[in-house]
């Protein structure tokens, strides 16, 4: 027969287990979630030349642009299909910001492709998305690339709030709820694992 002390311990050890059990499922379901979260988010990224007053009002004006052609000519009703669409259009976007370019004066290369890479966490109008890899179109001016970084969300929200645009609740919840447990650790889980080094799908 345990004693008491053994009783206790043998307690204190079927709870450890128990609570070590259910906060393995709860992070295991957050990082199913973030999983499917990228999967159905593709986000614009626009690298501009340098970081002088003249590049980074064209890397503005390009995304003005690029979100006005999306806006109007994009008919996607899902993340595959807002890819597919990219995918076929990446000239278009390419031409978009050319001209765009040469109306304020300047000419410059410009190279669009669709790329899934790394992206830190970064905060929306009325949402966030967690740190990771996402599927992307990237539009590259100049041959530089060394100016500051444009960023948002293409799909869905075209760039404007992903906030109630995807499937699920889950995923809903996780961009668009508050600032809890479950997105930080879905944050610093994806930016300690997921691999920097860019790969190029389209382009």
């Not at 003249?54 to 993340?79: F, G, I, M, N």
Request: aromatic fraction near 8%; glycine fraction near 8%.
């Amino acid at each position: 027969m345990l004693s008491r002390r053994e009783m206790g311990a043998l307690c204190a050890s079927l709870l450890f287990c128990l609570l070590l059990s259910l906060g393995t499922g709860w992070a295991q379901s957050q990082l199913t979630t973030a999983d499917q979260l990228a999967a159905d988010t593709l986000r614009l990224h626009i690298r501009a030349d340098t970081d002088s007053v003249r590049d980074q009002s064209a890397k503005l004006a390009v995304r003005d642009a690029v979100l006005a052609l999306t806006d109007e000519a994009c008919p996607a009703d899902s993340r595959a299909d807002a890819r597919a669409w990219a995918a076929e259009n990446l000239v278009r976007f390419e031409l978009t910001a050319r001209q765009t370019l040469a109306a304020l004066g300047i000419r410059a290369p410009v190279k669009a492709c669709l790329v899934n890479m790394y992206f830190p966490t970064r905060r929306y109008d009325g949402g966030a998305l967690p740190a990771g890899r996402y599927d992307a179109v990237r539009l590259d001016i100049g041959t530089r690339r060394a100016g500051r970084n444009w960023w948002c969300v293409l799909y869905p929200g075209l760039c404007r709030s992903a906030c109630g645009g995807y499937d699920t609740p889950a995923e809903n919840d996780l961009v668009c709820g508050e600032y809890l447990v479950r997105f930080r650790f879905v944050e610093w889980w994806g930016g300690l694992t997921a691999p920097r080094e860019d790969v190029v799908l389209a382009g």
